[in-house]
């Protein structure tokens, strides 16, 4: 099984709320991965979970808060977004995440979040 | 800081035909190379996988090849069907453990 989820598949909010997105897999990955991905553009790397601890933050503003609560779960809360961080998030994992190794990620479906 | 560049940017064939994606890439110091393709407003579908070590990976009617030395990776697809319309994404993983992803090829397949 290959398969990553992650809740909710859509999500609409306004500036002032705070709400969390979900991502889970039980493939035993030890790697999980944070991405946004704007309209017609590749996705950017957010944030790099690697043994259930924050190894890359690429510069993301603190109202993105990635948890990892164990190997298996990957939430980001939200608070105080502004319209242009509407876009589609998405969430991956691999097997590891070393520096000397590379394996293949597996993404999830997406939540498209839609800030008013 | 690694950039990854794929040619067309959007591409149109009859059902029936094969076609070549290109991907090419700045540093050649990668760890494996990863073709995904992306249906409208869903996630990425891992297609291959090419460790630096090898030069192509098959699967089905896919096939992908890898030249690091000229940074280049082709994605190969064989009798193209409506069902293959999607856009194809090649990401490079290099040293900092991170995808670099090229803009993506849009393929439509017209029946």
């Known amino acids: 099984d290959t398969e990553v989820t992650q809740t909710p598949k859509h999500l609409v909010m306004g500036m002032t709320n705070k709400k969390s997105l979900k991502c889970e897999q039980h493939?035993?990955?030890?790697?999980m991965y944070w991405y946004k991905q704007k309209a017609k553009k590749p996705p950017e790397l957010m944030f790099v979970y690697s043994y259930e601890k924050l190894s890359i933050n690429e510069s993301v503003p603190s109202r993105f808060s990635p948890e990892c609560p164990n190997s298996s779960l990957l939430n980001l809360h939200l608070h105080a977004l502004q319209p242009e961080d509407s876009a589609l998030y998405l969430c991956?994992?691999?097997?590891?995440?070393?520096?000397?190794?590379?394996?293949?990620?597996?993404f999830g479906p997406g939540t498209r979040l839609t800030v008013t | 800081k690694q950039e990854v560049t794929q040619i067309p940017a959007a591409l149109s064939v009859p059902e029936g035909e094969n076609l070549v994606l290109n991907c090419s890439f700045t540093d050649s110091a990668i760890y494996n190379l990863q073709w995904f393709r992306q249906d409208p407003g869903k996630g990425l579908t891992s297609l291959l996988l090419?460790?630096?070590?090898?030069r192509e990976q098959t699967s089905g009617r896919l096939n992908a090849s890898l030249d690091k030395s000229s940074g280049r990776s082709t994605l190969y697809i064989a009798a193209s069907q409506p069902g293959d319309s999607a856009t194809y994404l090649c990401a490079a993983s290099g040293s900092a453990r991170q995808l670099t992803f090229g803009s993506g090829t849009q393929l439509t397949v017209l029946p």
């Open positions: 090419i460790q630096s070590s090898q």
């Open positions: 493939m035993g990955h030890r790697a």
């Open positions: 991956a994992s691999s097997q590891a995440a070393t520096a000397s190794l590379s394996y293949e990620q597996y």
